[in-house]
Structure formats: C-alpha cells, structure tokens
C-alpha cells in the first residue's frame, strides 16, 4: 500500500533531551516535507527536500534538522527540544517538486509532540 | 502569494450535497486550486485539484469561476464521514527555482448533520 509512514505517533519528552520524528514513504517520491499544526495557525511548513541531498528551510525551521540520505527517508531532528515545539507533526510527499506538475501531497498520520 | 478565504463553518445534512465555497482572488495564471481535507488529526488527504476547468472524481466535483477567483468544492451525497476540516489551498512557487511553499489557511470546519 502507498503511504507515507511516521513514527513515533506519539512522544512525550523534557526540554533539551534531543529526538528524531522518522518518515519514510514507498512511492519513489522526489519531494518530501515537514509540517507543524498548531491550533489557530494551521499547517506551516519547516522543511522540505527536492530530492536526495537537497534540503531547505521552510517558514518555521529554527529549532530543528532534517536530512534526505536516502530518497524514502525524511527524518525531523529536534537537537535541543523546547517546549514551543510542542505541537502536531506532519510529514508529507510529492511524486515531483515542480510545481507546474500538479502533483499532490500526500501526508502521514502525524507525530504528537509534548515537550516539558 | 495568492491567499484564500474560507468560512470557518458549515453544516450540511447527511444525503444532501454539500458545497463549500473559497474565494483566491489574488490567484495567478498558473496557479492551481487544490482541496484537502484533515479529519479529526489525521494526516490532511488529497481530495481533488484543478487550474480553470471543473474538475471531477470519485470524491467530488470543483467547480472555478470563469475567473477563478473563487471556487466550490461538491461533496454529492455528503455521509458523516465527510465530517471534517477542508482546505482550500493555491499551489504557489517562491522566488527560488522549486521553492514549494505550499500554505494550508484554517479551512472550514464542515458537520454532517443526521
């Protein structure tokens, strides 16, 4: 089944205990993505990744790390977590980053982060 | 950036349709209108996207404004599982080459009413 896989779907940590959100997606999707939604603020985007190697800051990237070594994986790295990361995660992909393609995003299921 | 507006609620009765609107009239030439949906936290999903013409699949119908500064998304036979919050989003590119920034507003939360 075609999917993008998140884990884990929840996760309760303290503040600077460092953490990895892994995503993984089995369609050969070139573009991959983090999202935080927070309520009243909707989904707001922290990276993405155009391809394998290639990576860039979204609209909300202070606080964390992403790396794209394989072109399935997308893991989200919190190096020293605060608890204004305390949020819902999303991670998503695109068959093709360019935008003219028309290509969809398709999500994971969401990571539940507290930090305290 | 093209932005959409959207009503913060609906309500719809279960076997009718439901018709959500979204005005994006700031929308450029080559910008599609898309639709998600996110029920309850689950991952948003895909529902249908289009660029001027009305688009249709097995989820719904969208209809664009000749124009296309606005559109209705038409869930034909709305059931409580089309209970959820739906987005309307215009796909925009920044100023760097592939720059995807793809920006979700608050949506309409739509219930389906028994």
């Known amino acids: 089944e075609a999917q993008v896989t998140q884990n884990p779907r929840y996760l309760i940590t303290v503040t600077g205990k460092k953490l990895t959100v892994t995503c993984s997606q089995n369609m050969n999707h070139e573009y991959m993505s983090w999202y935080r939604q927070d309520p009243g603020l909707g989904l707001r985007q922290i990276y993405y990744?155009?391809?394998?190697?290639?990576?860039d800051k979204g609209d909300v990237p202070e606080g964390y790390k992403v790396s794209r070594k394989e072109k399935r994986n997308f893991p989200l790295i919190l190096e020293s977590p605060s608890p204004n990361q305390t949020s819902l995660y999303f991670c998503?992909?695109?068959?093709?980053?360019?935008?003219?393609?028309?290509?969809?995003?398709?999500f994971g299921n969401g990571t539940r982060l507290t930090v305290t | 950036d093209a932005k959409t507006t959207q009503p913060p609620s609906m309500d719809c009765a279960e076997g009718r349709a439901a018709n959500l609107p979204c005005n994006h009239s700031?929308?450029?030439?080559?910008?599609?209108v898309y639709w998600y949906r996110q029920i309850h936290s689950q991952g948003p999903q895909y529902i249908i996207h289009g660029l001027k013409n009305n688009e249709t699949n097995e989820m719904a119908s969208l209809i664009i404004t000749e124009d296309r500064k606005s559109s209705t998304l038409i869930l034909p036979h709305a059931t409580l599982r089309d209970t959820a919050v739906y987005y309307c989003i215009v796909r925009v590119a920044g100023s760097n080459f592939g720059n995807e920034k793809l920006t979700f507003g608050t949506g309409t939360r739509l219930t389906i009413i028994p």
């Open positions: 990744s155009m391809n394998v190697e290639v990576t």
């Open positions: 998503a992909s695109s068959l093709s980053s360019e935008w003219r393609t028309n290509s969809p995003l398709h």
């Open positions: 700031t929308i450029s030439g080559n910008e599609y």
